[in-house]
């Protein structure tokens, strides 16, 4: 019977660091989210978006969308000096678990116009990621552009969205999900 003892202790071991972030994992970019499982759906999202970020049709995005000043978004990007892969790495993204726009399900994540916080949905976002990864990584491309100071309403959320799809994922038409996340 002292077996037992052995396996459940080893098994609760297991259970810890499954839900214990990882700091090699998530290295590369500011992630800041409790459970290992969601924040490795975030850092392969996250790959994904700076992978597409490389491609010269993907960065036209950032000149399809302006500030509220009218200026393209690329020119606020220059004027910090960063590529849009580094403004992706700038950002810090905070777990928003149990937060008030987290609290819908269709909202994966979610920050301000010029904020550089972004707060991910983290359970919707890493179940969502899990069946279209694709769909995730526009997510938060769509998010870094608010961080450049793009606002919503208009232009509605799901069309940023789209956008991005089309820009950055000519392979795919639109946004996966029944409901486009904010």
């Given at each position: 019977m002292a077996w037992w003892g052995a396996a459940a202790a080893l098994g609760a071991l297991?259970?810890?660091l499954a839900e214990t972030p990882v700091a090699d994992e998530v290295r590369e970019f500011d992630v800041r989210i409790h459970r290992a499982y969601d924040a490795r759906a975030v850092q392969r999202a996250l790959a994904g978006a700076v992978d597409r970020l490389a491609d010269g049709e993907c960065q036209q995005i950032l000149t399809d969308f302006h500030d509220a000043e009218g200026r393209p978004l690329s020119e606020r990007?220059?004027?910090l000096g960063r590529s849009p892969q580094q403004q992706l790495k700038a950002i810090i993204f905070h777990d928003g678990f149990g937060t008030g726009q987290c609290r819908r399900r269709s909202v994966w994540a979610s920050t301000w116009p010029g904020g550089q916080v972004v707060f991910v949905c983290s359970p919707q976002f890493a179940e969502q990621a899990a069946h279209e990864p694709f769909?995730?990584?526009?997510?938060l491309i769509h998010e870094m552009l608010h961080t450049l100071g793009l606002r919503e309403n208009p232009p509605a959320p799901g069309d940023?969205?789209?956008d991005v799809i089309r820009r950055c994922y000519p392979e795919r038409t639109?946004?996966?999900a029944e409901r486009a996340p904010r």
């Open positions: 297991l259970v810890n990007l220059g004027a769909d995730a990584e526009a997510v940023i969205t789209n639109r946004f996966s």
